[in-house]
């Protein structure tokens, strides 16, 4: 019985967290929507940085869209209808807050308040998806007898450097 839910999670996390092939490496041309009406998917590396009217303390982050695929769609894109182009994080309305919020935390969280700063919603999505993305593969590791799992990324990014390499 074991050996069977081994290899069942093994498949399981295998299709979950496989990156795809293609991978482009200037998405400078793509668009939201092409001329017959269907969803362009950037490729390659989007770069993610401070908003023009902020001074940023860090270096932007090379994002690696295509290496996401295995997520859903959703997970990052929370308010899309799954048919218009895409909008960026910064939309007015959406994650456009500038400046730090005060008491940005209730109870260990960000406040509903506090996630409409551009960077705390990057940091919460991103570093929390990869924190969390890391304790799978260790519980998963420390649970099986294998030496080599392939089934997850080799490493994920959750500090401060790995994201924003000094420039």
């Keep these: 019985m074991r050996r069977i839910s081994i290899g069942i999670l093994c498949l399981m996390a295998i299709i979950m967290y496989s990156s795809p092939l293609v991978v482009a490496q200037d ?3 793509t668009k939201s929507q092409g001329s017959d009406g269907t969803i362009c ?3 390659g590396n989007l770069t993610i940085k401070a ?6 303390l860090r270096t932007p982050v090379d ?3 295509s290496r996401h695929f295995s997520q859903s769609c959703m997970k ?8 218009s182009p ?9 994650h456009d807050q500038v400046d730090v919020p005060k008491n940005p935390l209730k109870e260990g969280m960000f406040t509903k308040e506090a996630m409409k700063y551009y960077k705390y919603a990057y940091h919460n999505q ?3 998806c990869h924190r969390n993305l890391k304790n799978q593969k260790k519980r998963f590791t420390d649970s099986t007898s294998t030496t080599a799992d392939t089934s997850f990324p080799e490493s ?3 500090g401060c450097v790995e994201c924003h390499p000094k420039g």
């Design 27 to 29: 998405d400078s041309k």
């Design 41 to 43: 998917i950037p490729m």
């Design 51 to 56: 908003p023009e009217s902020v001074t940023p």
């Design 63 to 65: 994002f690696p869209h």
């Design 76 to 83: 990052c894109h929370h308010t899309w209808d799954g048919n």
């Design 86 to 94: 895409v909008k960026t994080c910064t939309t007015s309305g959406c």
């Design 126 to 128: 991103c570093r929390e």
């Design 156 to 158: 994920v990014p959750t």
